[in-house]
């Protein structure tokens, strides 16, 4: 049996890019209050935008929808699901169109072939997609909490004055 979140945060906004901003405020809150590392949120930020933006564009071709937003949050972990009930594709497909990036006339040209995936995929500890009656995204991003950088010293360190 899965173990079960501590807390449950969801969101609905409209299939629209005027809004995925609110899902990164929301994103980034939630890791601040659980503790992730400055870097961590921009990684959370950024892919949960790429999420957003890739059902923005795809899933609803113009069209009125939602783009729901579950945000599970673990002792050890987030995991956050971008949820459409739009138009579904071949996870696969995409993947094997993308393969290595090279020059490409546009950014344009380059989301068109999966950089988005590709973005969640380096960014993301882990990274599901499932594709049918709509898209759900699950990006999952571990706590570090007891990772300290070599370069940086221990407040015991510094002498008192």
């Known amino acids: 049996m899965k173990d079960q ?52 564009d795809h899933a609803y071709s113009g069209g009125d929808g939602d783009i729901e937003v ?5 002792g050890d ?3 956050i699901n971008v949820i459409d009930r739009g138009h579904s594709f071949d996870v696969n497909e995409v993947e094997q ?27 993301m500890d882990d990274v599901e997609i499932k594709g049918d009656n709509g898209v759900i995204v699950k990006l999952t991003k571990h706590l570090r909490k007891n990772e300290v950088e070599l370069h940086v010293k221990s407040p015991a360190s510094y002498p008192y004055r």
Do not use: H, Q, W
């Open 97 to 123: 169109r993308t393969g290595p990036i090279g020059f490409e006339p546009s950014m344009n040209a380059l989301r068109e072939r999966g950089l988005g995936i590709y973005l969640m995929k380096t960014l």
């Open 77 to 79: 972990r987030l995991e």
């Open 70 to 74: 579950n945000c599970n949050l673990f």
């Open 5 to 56: 979140p501590l807390d449950s945060i969801d969101l609905t906004i409209p299939a629209k890019p005027d809004f995925v901003g609110i899902v990164r405020l929301l994103v980034s809150g939630i890791a601040n209050r659980m503790g992730f590392s400055y870097d961590d949120i921009e990684d959370l930020k950024l892919a949960v935008s790429e999420a957003c933006t890739n059902a923005v």
